[in-house]
């Protein structure tokens, strides 16, 4: 329960500090995706189904705040959270530069679903070389952003230890 919560409060202050305090740091007109990194840091940390579905909460919150259509984020959120978890299986041992290729990758990544899935719903100035472009500078501000969020949202999202539990003993 207290996991749950700590993650809600987690999606309303990655909305809020990247719809207000982030914009201010608008470079060839991309901004860091905070929002986008918390899913990634979590789908490591917990696996697939729940990087998809944290990926659409933060998603839809985060569409309450786009012009974009409702949904297209929590959309290409949830299949990056995915994507990204099911990577996490495969990986043996974790090195220091494994958090900002996560980033960097799983940003480019989500943002490229972002725009070729908003082209297929009737946004078609996403798909363009400037939408490119701030998919690109995007992914850079979240693999130099990574090695700072990933740790916290990590520990946030980290289940606790049942091992100190009560238990029947026979």
């Avoid at 202050?13 to 990194?37: K, N, Q, R």
């Avoid at 990634?40 to 944290?54: H, I, Q």
């Avoid at 960097?104 to 490119?132: E, N, R």
Wanted: proline share 5%.
């Amino acid at each position: 329960m207290l996991r749950r919560v700590k993650l809600a409060l987690l999606i309303l202050v990655a909305v809020v500090l990247e719809t207000t305090l982030l914009t201010h740091f608008d470079l060839f007109d991309a901004v860091p995706g905070l929002c986008m990194l918390c899913v990634l840091a979590v789908a490591f940390e917990d696996g697939p189904e729940s990087g998809a579905l944290f990926g659409f909460a933060m998603g839809l919150v985060l569409d309450l705040f786009l012009i974009t259509p409702l949904g297209l984020s929590a959309l290409s959120f949830a299949l990056t959270g995915y994507a990204v978890g099911a990577f996490q299986s495969s990986i043996v041992r974790s090195t220091p530069w494994l958090y900002p290729m996560i980033g960097g990758l799983g940003g480019l990544f989500g943002g490229l679903v972002f725009i070729t899935v908003g082209a297929v719903v009737g946004q078609d100035q996403l798909l363009s070389v400037h939408g490119v472009q701030i998919v690109v500078v995007s992914a850079a501000w979240d693999a130099l952003l990574a090695p700072l969020v990933f740790p916290v949202v990590r520990r946030l999202a980290r289940r606790p230890d049942h091992s100190n539990t009560w238990r029947i003993r026979g």
